[in-house]
Nanobody, 122 residues
Framework: QLQASGGGLVQPGGSLRLSCTPS????????IGWFRQAPGKEREGVLC????????YYADSVKGRFTISRDNANNTVYLQMNSLKPEDTAVYHC?????????????????WGQGTQVTVSS
């Protein structure tokens, strides 16, 4: 599975960096995506990074504020979130794409983990 960490409470305009660490496999050959789900809303794709570091944005609302990176040596994928807004409040999950590239469909993400809560509030 995958473990997401790094969430917390932050004021609007603040920053957080989330980490995604797998267990039982290495990240090198897979695309990894970040998803979020706010209370009462459907799960939404945020960003994805392929095995070759190509980035795909699933949510236009995070362009220019969020970025994703991977550190294969430490087997970790990061989600850097800047200029956070209250509407970014959600539980953030990372997931493994069964392919090395970022898929268009969430059904191709075959490994998930428990998420981490991000709350943006003053």
């Amino acid at each position: 599975q995958l473990q997401a960490s790094g969430g917390g409470l932050v004021q609007p305009g603040g920053s957080l960096r989330l980490s995604c660490t797998p267990s039982g496999f290495t990240l090198d050959y897979y695309a990894i995506g970040w998803f979020r789900q706010a209370p009462g809303k459907e799960r939404e794709g945020v960003l994805c990074i392929s095995s070759s570091d190509r980035i795909t944005y699933y949510a236009d609302s995070v362009k220019g504020r969020f970025t994703i990176s991977r550190d294969n040596a430490n087997n970790t994928v990061y989600l850097q979130m800047n200029s956070l807004k209250p509407e970014d409040t959600a539980v953030y999950h990372c997931a493994r794409d069964r392919y090395s590239y970022c898929s268009d469909s969430v059904v191709e993400f075959d490994r998930w983990g428990q998420g981490t809560q991000v709350t943006v509030s003053s």
